[in-house]
């Protein structure tokens, strides 16, 4: 990402999609997009995201410019608004009083994401595109990752080794107790409050939006809650199916877990910023399962 200034000092953000800006170490199935949570990456992903979230009267950044033939990056090149305003994770630990009315802003925004009925799950570039996603559910999709990502944070850590049983048989009891769905919402998937940007005019942005898909609403609500802690509260959602969200929550931990520590195998620069949030989420996950 770039900001761009032009000769009359107005200014712009370039996407550039570009694998040698990529920290994350290649892995089996990056490039497969019926996966829900394959990497979010590419001009056609953005775009769709872009085009379903604007639909919905979700603040995204308006765009400029697009730019698919190659020639500026392995993905794509997208030029889009400028938002110098800070991040809501800037904001709320400035001022929570003056987060207040963009969270209510978020919440709404939320709401119409929820309000969406998609018949299938899975990127919004794949579902609306007539494609069909892997698995059969988005809690069989879950466990499935959730089991991948026990095996590789056990490899990497002996506390997780030592408690790789519990946590497998806690998957699976979570698992079996969540009852079918048909419908699924949109999702940001990663909406931590630094996905999320505040205009000039106090309303709450979403940026980082290529991995949008269709999926279960209480996938984003764990999310937004390991990421707020106290300051969720706003957001809080009524009807959230509980036996997914134990499910979720779980799979969520043991992800954060996992993904940084695959990525400390690579050549990440904040290595201490990535270990912390591995070691957090990790004692967070051994709590879930602590006889």
Same mark, same amino acid.
């Given at each position: 990402?770039?900001?761009?200034?032009?000769?009359?000092?107005?200014?712009?953000?370039?996407?550039?999609?570009?694998?040698?800006?990529?920290?994350?170490?290649?892995?089996?199935?990056?490039?497969?997009?019926?996966?829900?949570?394959?990497?979010?990456?590419?001009?056609?992903?953005?775009?769709?995201?872009?085009?379903?979230?604007?639909?919905?009267?979700?603040?995204?950044?308006?765009?400029?410019?697009?730019?698919?033939?190659?020639?500026?990056?392995?993905?794509?090149?997208?030029?889009?608004?400028?938002?110098?305003?800070?991040?809501?994770?800037?904001?709320?630990?400035?001022?929570?009083?003056?987060?207040?009315?963009?969270?209510?802003?978020?919440?709404?925004?939320?709401?119409?994401?929820?309000?969406?009925?998609?018949?299938?799950?899975?990127?919004?570039?794949?579902?609306?595109?007539?494609?069909?996603?892997?698995?059969?559910?988005?809690?069989?999709?879950?466990?499935?990752?959730?089991?991948?990502? $026990?095996? @590789? !944070?056990?490899?990497?850590?002996?506390?997780?080794?030592?408690?790789? /049983? *519990? #946590?497998?048989?806690? =998957? %699976?009891?979570?698992?079996?107790?969540?009852?079918?769905?048909?419908?699924?919402?949109?999702?940001?998937?990663?909406?931590?409050?630094?996905?999320?940007?505040?205009?000039?005019?106090?309303?709450?942005?979403?940026?980082?939006?290529?991995?949008?898909?269709?999926?279960?609403?209480?996938?984003?609500?764990?999310?937004?809650?390991?990421? $707020?802690? @106290? !300051?969720?509260?706003?957001?809080?959602?009524?009807?959230?199916?509980? /036996? *997914? #969200?134990?499910?979720? =929550? %779980?799979?969520?931990?043991?992800?954060?877990?996992?993904?940084?520590?695959?990525?400390?195998?690579?050549?990440?620069?904040?290595?201490?910023?990535?270990?912390?949030?591995?070691?957090?989420?990790?004692?967070?996950?051994?709590?879930?399962?602590?006889?």
């Amino acid at each position: 990402m770039y900001r761009l200034v032009m000769d009359d000092a107005t200014t712009a953000v370039a996407y550039l999609w570009d694998e040698a800006e990529n920290y994350w170490p290649a892995a089996e199935g990056d490039d497969d997009l019926t996966d829900p949570f394959s990497p979010g990456l590419g001009i056609d992903l953005f775009q769709a995201a872009h085009a379903r979230l604007d639909a919905l009267g979700v603040r995204v950044p308006a765009l400029r410019l697009l730019d698919r033939d190659g020639a500026r990056g392995d993905g794509g090149l997208a030029i889009v608004e400028d938002l110098r305003g800070e991040s809501l994770e800037e904001l709320l630990a400035r001022d929570r009083h003056a987060a207040a009315p963009v969270m209510a802003r978020l919440a709404e925004s939320l709401e119409a994401m929820r309000g969406h009925r998609a018949p299938a799950y899975g990127k919004v570039a794949v579902v609306d595109g007539g494609g069909t996603s892997r698995g059969s559910s988005c809690e069989e999709v879950v466990l499935g990752r959730a089991l991948r990502d $026990l095996a @590789e !944070a056990a490899s990497r850590d002996p506390r997780i080794a030592d408690t790789r /049983d *519990r #946590l497998e048989e806690r =998957l %699976l009891g979570l698992a079996a107790a969540v009852r079918p769905r048909a419908q699924h919402a949109v999702v940001h998937g990663e909406l931590g409050p630094d996905h999320v940007r505040v205009d000039a005019d106090g309303n709450p942005v979403l940026i980082d939006i290529e991995g949008v898909m269709y999926f279960d609403v209480e996938w984003e609500h764990v999310f937004l809650r390991i990421r $707020l802690h @106290e !300051a969720y509260k706003p957001l809080e959602a009524d009807g959230l199916d509980e /036996d *997914r #969200l134990a499910l979720y =929550l %779980l799979a969520q931990r043991l992800s954060l877990t996992a993904g940084p520590l695959r990525l400390l195998d690579g050549d990440f620069p904040d290595r201490a910023f990535m270990a912390g949030i591995a070691e957090y989420n990790l004692k967070r996950a051994l709590e879930l399962v602590r006889p």
